[in-house]
């Protein structure tokens, strides 16, 4: 089955750490471009941090400097650690794949990111 599927997200303090993980099945990861994308409630989705296959990668000015996006190409994984966090960070946050043409575009079903104190 090809899938995406999230994992790692909880309930955080301002200012703590957590790592979200997303697992691919049926496809290569290392073949497309990875991202992480967020969606606060009332709010639009947005892209996060994007990893190319070559392993340049881009983040969002609200997160740079805090997040990094990474891939364990053994595992056919994609992580984003998520340092600093901020309440403003709270959303549910969904990992994406696609391929370097923009087609083949797969979703994972989300993972929620609360933070408060």
């Known amino acids: 089955q090809v899938q995406l599927v999230e994992s790692g997200g909880g309930l955080v303090q301002p200012g703590g750490s957590l790592r979200l993980s997303c697992t691919a099945s049926?496809?290569?990861?290392?073949?497309?471009?990875v991202g992480w994308y967020r969606q606060a409630p009332g709010k639009e989705r947005e892209v996060v941090a994007t990893?190319?296959?070559?392993?340049?990668?881009t983040y969002a000015d609200s997160v740079k400097d805090r997040f990094t996006i990474s891939r364990d190409i053994a595992k056919n994984t994609v992580y984003l650690q998520m340092n600093s966090l901020k309440p403003e960070d709270t959303a549910d946050y969904y990992c994406?794949?696609?391929?370097?043409?923009?087609?083949?575009?797969?979703w994972g079903q989300g993972t929620q990111v609360t933070v408060s104190s």
């Open positions: 994406n794949s696609r391929t370097i043409w923009g087609t083949e575009i797969r």
């Open positions: 049926g496809f290569r990861i290392r073949l497309y471009t």
């Open positions: 990893l190319a296959t070559g392993g340049s990668s």
